[in-house]
């Protein structure tokens, strides 16, 4: 059923139809699959050009069946039955990334809407992410309609995890509406209670504008599209807009609403969510969290809010063949231009050659930018291990800022701050002992438990950020069997006894291997990696120590015994041509190898030390 | 199964040969390669290009008819004279094959391009398929020089090698070769055999040494893939012979040889003096000019080297039709032979002119030099050879210098 005639009218909709709300879920929990249904039963995307997932662009968010960015969609509805029957309204569907490294993206995306949709699998239950995403909901005052999905599954429990919601929420278990985006059945009704249950915007069409970003994204074509909502006034087309924390005026060159394809407007008024378009070529031109206002009447005070994206993690990137050099190079510059929180800047190691230190939010966006590289760019890269960054403190007061442990100061150092995080960890109550057992192994600090349910359990600890991303979430998972489920924030620094431990390959410290660890730590690191190379690095024609060194102190030590026989018996007159083929092979792989010193490694080494999973271990002990 | 041929490019059915291979022909030393490829049974560490008389699809008459015939296409291709200087018969086991076959093949060469007068003409045989009537028949054809397979004297060596003699007939057979006339006799040693002691080859070279042979060849045992022994070792049945125990035994080689007068020219090979060396290797290893009769036979003319096709019966009805029996060629250039002769001159003790190596070479040679690896006498004299630690390194060496 269409809606109802003049509400659906960009720039001229009365701010009392719209309702502006975003979808709240767990990877799998079918966001992707019920806003389906909604761009089906709003009536705006053609039965025929209906696609699953239609809302998902990237190749790897469809993959991976996350949403990296986040997109608004404009749906007209018309309540179909009870309460108001018939009223007409405005929907806007805002899209939120779903994973932990964005949740200042998640925040923005949060604050641009009134309420929130808790949709959660019937059969699984709320995840740790899913439940600080609702948290970062609740404290941003927005209403809440919880949702089970999946009701049509047959391991669904939806009367036990609507009581598990309706605690969480504060609601009654009856109040937990029930959905299947998979077959469409519930989906009319919640639109029909997103429309009642949902306050519409409010705000001051007179005052001067001021719109807030919450998406920002670059477009090969366009140039970058910005997302906005307006709070107050009015925007239109023809206006020069100001960006509030920089004071760069822009030329509009398009302004319009998604629905769910670009439709262009005259103009976005008060509650309205939309994209503009000023022919800037970086999104950190228009960057998440800015106020947008008008030049020639601009306002006063921005919205606030506005952070700079902070990497939190940070590893080196280098291209496996010394020649991509430049190619990694101008790779880099173009995903600059999508993503405001990825910076990097040349750095040179001496076992890896040329490539780039780059800082990223956290894990998952480290990985996505990687695939990226080597899928959209065919880059062939050896990351080397994330690390957090550091503060350490000299004796004589000076502060060095370390992003990369081989840079770590030699000297005096009075004080070593790292980065803490508050970490949420959902699981079922059987696993709290070896949960608790994990987080105390990396120095955590359990700051509370809560039971969610009879047998589910939250709890909450600060733990080191460097703890977190050395495989700390696969060690969760492999231990409670895949159950467990985490969320973790930055939470601001603590002094803590690290030191710095190198790598030395025959008395040459490897600068890549090197890693700035706990001092209980250190010998364990120490005799890990040492034992690993010790594998990995084929036999060479003479003796290889590998140590593991805290400044001159040996901490562990390995030994590559010598090769002593490297020669064919026979060389017979049948033999010569293969025989010269094999050695021009064997040439080929020599360019493939890194000298530390005099010491061949090949690259399979430098990727399997580097990972932090213990099942590399065979790779690059190949006879030459 | 035997091992595979190289990938080439087509062979030109008349076998005709690029005249760039011919230039200065006169000039280079030409030997002819005749092979046998039958044996009584095949030995499970054996990957050579030979069959048992069920698998061949070949009588021996019929070999001998096209070996004949190859002979002759060989002496149209080629044109000119070239008197032989060497002549080797390898197999298989070419002493399975009556002692007046072996006789009109080598007078058909004779016949074709003329023997040299101080032509080597070496046959190798298996201990167990000579005697003194056959080895003194062989003599009087002309042959000078006999290799057998002695492998080892343990018998326990011998039955993993599948091999059927008995633990004291190579010896016996070398004595009896002597006895015969025939004044260099080698004898092939097998090392690092998985159940192989040091004891064990330690008596293996006395043995040798004993017998009073002119030459040792010693190789280490290598699993060929495809051969019953890399299945069984597949399998666990028998474990990977060690590198590190095949050094060690290199090195017993070493001392026991060269105590007994026998001294290395090559990685593998070990002789009384320079008549005593294989010519026919040798030219091999020098950039000679040679023509490989029979199946699989490879063959070397002026940067051109081919192989034949190796199945008996394929090879038998091409030669009939006057068609080449080649399988492939490669057609070397100027870096391949740059390559190949570094990678064969450094196994020599005449090793290579340090003035000849090119690029990275000289400073690969100086850090080899630093590490051990070439001798400083020969260096200061301006070439490059192998010490003994070098000659058990010598595929990095050869690499090192290569880059």
């Not at chain 1, 970003?213 to 670059?218: L, N």
């Not at chain 1, 070593?416 to 105390?440: F, H, K, S």
């Not at chain 2, 060929?224 to 666990?236: D, H, K, N, Q």
Request: with cysteine; hydrophobic share 40%; glycine share 10%.
């Amino acid at each position: 059923m269409p809606a109802t005639p003049g509400v659906n009218q960009p720039g001229a909709t009365d701010s009392g139809a719209i309702r502006n709300f975003c979808i709240i879920a767990h990877i799998d929990h079918g966001k992707s699959t019920l806003a389906d249904r909604m761009l089906q039963l709003t009536e705006v995307v053609d039965p025929r050009q209906m696609r699953a997932q239609y809302l998902d662009r990237m190749d790897i968010e469809r993959e991976r069946g996350i949403t990296i960015k986040s997109q608004a969609v404009r749906m007209p509805w018309t309540i179909r039955e009870g309460e108001r029957a018939g009223d007409g309204a405005v929907l806007n569907m805002i899209d939120t990334p779903g994973h932990v490294d964005f949740t200042y993206e998640v925040s923005r995306s949060l604050a641009a809407c009134e309420g929130a949709v808790l949709l959660v699998d019937a059969a699984q239950g709320i995840e740790a992410q899913t439940l600080a995403n609702l948290y970062l909901a609740m404290e941003n005052d927005l209403t809440i309609i919880p949702v089970l999905n999946k009701i049509d599954l047959p391991a669904a429990q939806p009367e036990k995890y609507a009581e598990e919601l309706a605690n969480l929420v504060g609601c009654l278990p009856e109040e937990v509406l029930k959905v299947s985006g998979k077959t469409g059945v519930g989906v009319p009704h919640l639109l029909d209670e997103i429309v009642r249950r949902l306050p519409a915007p409010v705000g001051d069409a007179q005052a001067p504008a001021r719109a807030m970003i919450f998406d920002s994204v670059y477009d090969i074509y366009r140039g970058v599209v910005t997302y906005v909502r307006v709070v107050d006034g009015h925007i239109s087309a023809r206006d020069r807009i100001k960006m509030m924390s920089t004071g760069a005026v822009h030329e509009l060159l398009e302004l319009g609403v998604i629905s769910p394809e670009p439709v262009k407007s005259g103009a976005l008024g008060v509650g309205e969510v939309g994209y503009l378009i000023t022919g800037v070529k970086d999104v950190r031109q228009s960057r998440v969290g800015d106020t947008v206002t008008i030049n020639t009447r601009p306002a006063a005070e921005s919205l606030g809010g506005y952070k700079d994206p902070k990497p939190m993690v940070y590893s080196g990137l280098y291209p496996i063949d010394g020649s991509d050099y430049p190619d990694l190079r101008e790779a880099l510059d173009k995903l600059k231009l999508n993503d405001a929180a990825l910076v990097y800047e040349p750095e040179s190691s001496a076992a890896l050659g040329f490539g780039f230190r780059c800082g990223f939010l956290g894990l998952l966006h480290l990985e996505i930018i990687q695939e990226r590289l080597e899928r959209e760019f065919g880059l062939d890269l050896i990351a080397t291990a994330p690390n957090v960054v550091y503060r350490v403190v000299m004796d004589d007061g000076k502060e060095v800022v370390v992003t990369n442990p081989s840079e770590y100061p030699v000297g005096k150092v009075a004080e070593v701050y790292e980065p803490t995080a508050r970490v949420t960890v959902l699981a079922p109550n059987d696993y709290v002992g070896t949960i608790m057992e994990l987080c105390q192994g990396r120095r955590g600090v359990l700051l509370g438990m809560d039971y969610l349910s009879a047998d589910r359990v939250e709890l909450r600890y600060t733990l080191p950020l460097g703890e977190i991303i050395f495989d700390f979430f696969d060690q969760l998972k492999s231990r409670t069997k895949g159950y467990a489920s985490l969320d973790y924030e930055p939470a601001g620094e603590q002094a803590a006894e690290l030191v710095k431990v190198d790598i030395l390959l025959q008395g040459e410290t490897v600068d890549a291997f090197s890693a700035i660890v706990h001092k209980d730590k250190a010998y364990n690191y120490g005799t890990t990696i040492a034992a690993k190379l010790q594998k990995l690095i084929p036999r060479q024609q003479f003796e290889v120590p590998i140590q593991a060194a805290i400044g001159s102190r040996i901490i562990a030590r390995e030994t590559i015994r010598a090769i002593r026989k490297d020669v064919l018996a026979k060389c017979y007159g049948g033999d010569i041509s293969r025989k010269r083929k094999l050695l021009e092979k064997q040439k080929e792989g020599k360019k493939r190898m890194k000298m530390v010193g005099r010491v061949e490694v090949p690259q399979e080494a430098f990727i399997a030390a580097l990972s932090t999973s213990d099942s590399a271990g065979d790779a690059g002990k190949s006879k030459k | 199964m035997p091992a595979t041929l190289p990938d080439g490019e087509p062979m030109p059915p008349t076998g005709e040969l690029p005249g760039s291979a011919l230039d200065g022909a006169a000039d280079r030393p030409f030997g002819v390669y005749l092979h046998v490829p039958f044996c009584a049974s095949r030995c499970g560490y054996c990957d050579f290009n030979t069959y048992t008389p069920t698998e061949s699809g070949l009588d021996q008459t019929d070999y001998v008819t096209a070996a004949l015939a190859e002979i002759a296409f060989a002496r149209r291709v080629l044109g000119t004279d070239r008197p032989v200087r060497t002549v080797f018969v390898g197999g298989g086991t070419p002493t399975l094959l009556p002692p007046g076959d072996l006789a009109r093949l080598l007078a058909a060469i004779d016949d074709a391009w003329g023997l040299a007068p101080d032509a080597e003409v070496t046959t190798e045989a298996n201990p167990e398929s000579v005697n003194p009537a056959s080895l003194k028949t062989l003599r009087e054809a002309g042959f000078t020089r006999i290799s057998l397979g002695m492998q080892s004297t343990a018998p326990h060596v011998l039955r993993l090698l599948e091999r059927r003699h008995t633990p004291g007939r190579a010896a016996e057979a070398a004595q009896e070769a002597r006895a015969a006339g025939f004044e260099h006799v080698n004898l092939d040693l097998i090392y690092g055999t998985p159940g192989e002691t040091a004891a064990d080859f330690d008596r293996s070279l006395a043995a040798a040494v004993a017998a009073g042979v002119d030459h040792v060849s010693a190789y280490s045992l290598i699993v060929e893939e495809g051969t019953r022994l890399a299945g069984r070792v597949r399998r666990g049945e028998v474990p990977m012979p060690s590198d590190d125990v095949a050094a060690d035994r290199y090195l017993a080689a070493e001392t026991a040889l060269d105590a007994a007068g026998l001294h290395w020219y090559e990685v593998s090979n070990w002789a009384a003096d320079d008549a005593a060396r294989c010519a026919h290797n040798l030219l091999y290893w020098t950039g000679g000019d040679w023509w490989g009769i029979g199946p699989g036979a490879h063959s070397h003319v002026g940067g051109v080297r081919w192989w034949n096709v190796k199945r008996p019966a394929h090879y038998a009805k091409l030669i009939a039709e006057g068609v080449s029996p080649g399988a492939g060629r490669e057609l070397l250039t100027g870096e391949d032979r740059y390559v190949e002769d570094v990678m064969l001159r450094l196994r020599l003790a005449s090793g290579i002119a340090l003035a000849d190596l090119r690029d990275g070479g000289p400073p690969a040679a100086r850090t080899a030099l630093a590490d051990g690896l070439l001798d400083p006498h020969e260096y200061a004299a301006g070439r490059a050879v192998l010490t003994l630690r070098g000659r058990l390194l010598a595929d990095a060496v050869i690499r090192d210098l290569l880059t």
